[in-house]
């Protein structure tokens, strides 16, 4: 199983059409997309899980591809400690 992240997202998208989207590459097992708690609209970016071979299809499908009037950025999820961000 990969995960996925997901950026560039419309704020009007809904998890039920990105699932729709991604499944054009194989089966989504799960799915969160950032939202904001006053408007209830995403933020922009999101997380898919998928099987590895699928995750690379989707990928290369996707990335860069026109979702919403927004180009789409799919990669796999890097983790927390790769990223940068502060250090402790």
Known sequence: MKKLFVGNLASSVNESEVTELFSEYGTVRSIKLAMDVFTNKCKGFGFIEMEGH?????IAGLNGRDFAGKSLRVNFEEPKNKRGGRRR
């Open 54 to 58: 699928e995750a690379r299809a989707a």
